[in-house]
């Protein structure tokens, strides 16, 4: 059965950077891309970008654009989401989901990350 | 970008009861929504994709519909293991966007 199973919570301090793995398994990884999408407290849904899980290239949101990044590692299934200069407006859940070939649409879901920035 | 506004913000109702929830675009995405469930502390999961097919697994009392900026999930029967939030989200473009989420309830 397809799974998605991301790291554990982190707590990082205003300006540092977090890395959240996502690691994928019970499908062919390199036949689907990876969408990340945040969850501030209380709030909606937040779509922060996709990458092909193959081939590396990626579309990120205009909003967080220049201070994300996605990689994957087809040796281990696994993708990674790179978010620099964090603020407090970065605390969220983050999930990975597999998105097949940017369609948005987005069928198997990561359990979710909580990453909490705070001095 | 494509703006989502979804309404009810939150509806309550009984078991048994159809309940439906509007989505709408602020420009024309013809079918690419896609609605998602989502239970507290649980990643959202898909239901309807191409705004009216059931993915596999979901029960078919969960219908979507609609087309170019209006678009609505109806639940026949509502059970209460549907009390969740539900959240519509546009694929016709990048950045994608969802709806604020509409919360249901189970009087």
């Known amino acids: 059965q397809v799974e998605m199973v991301q790291s554990g919570a982190e707590v990082k301090k205003p300006g540092a950077s977090v890395k959240v793995s996502c690691k994928a398994s019970?499908?062919?990884?390199?036949?689907?891309?990876i969408s990340w999408v945040r969850q501030a407290p209380g709030q909606g849904l937040e779509w922060m970008g996709w990458?092909?899980?193959?081939?590396?290239?990626?579309n990120y949101s205009p909003k967080l654009q220049g201070r994300v990044t996605m990689t994957t590692d087809t040796s281990t299934s696994t993708v990674y989401m790179e978010l620099r200069s964090l603020t407090s407006d970065d605390t969220a859940v983050y999930y990975c989901?597999?998105?097949?070939?940017?369609?948005?649409?987005?069928?198997?879901w990561g359990q979710g990350t909580l990453v909490t920035v705070s001095s | 970008d494509i703006q989502m506004t979804q309404s009810p913000s939150s509806l309550s109702a009984y078991v048994g009861d159809r309940v439906t929830i509007t989505c709408r675009a602020s420009?024309?995405?013809?079918?690419?929504l896609n609605w998602y469930q989502q239970k507290p502390g649980k990643a959202p999961m898909l239901l309807i994709y191409?705004?009216?097919s059931l993915q596999s697994g979901v029960p078919s009392r969960f219908t979507g519909s609609g087309s170019g900026t209006d678009f609505t999930l109806s639940i026949n029967s509502l059970q209460p293991e549907d009390s969740a939030i539900y959240h519509c989200?546009?694929?016709?473009?990048?950045?994608?966007?969802f709806g604020q989420g509409t919360k249901v309830e189970i009087k």
């Open positions: 989901a597999r998105d097949a070939a940017n369609r948005g649409l987005l069928d198997y």
């Open positions: 420009q024309s995405i013809r079918t690419y």
């Open positions: 019970g499908y062919t990884f390199s036949t689907y891309g």
């Open positions: 989200q546009q694929s016709y473009t990048t950045p994608r966007t």
């Open positions: 191409a705004a009216s």
């Open positions: 990458m092909n899980a193959y081939r590396g290239d990626t």
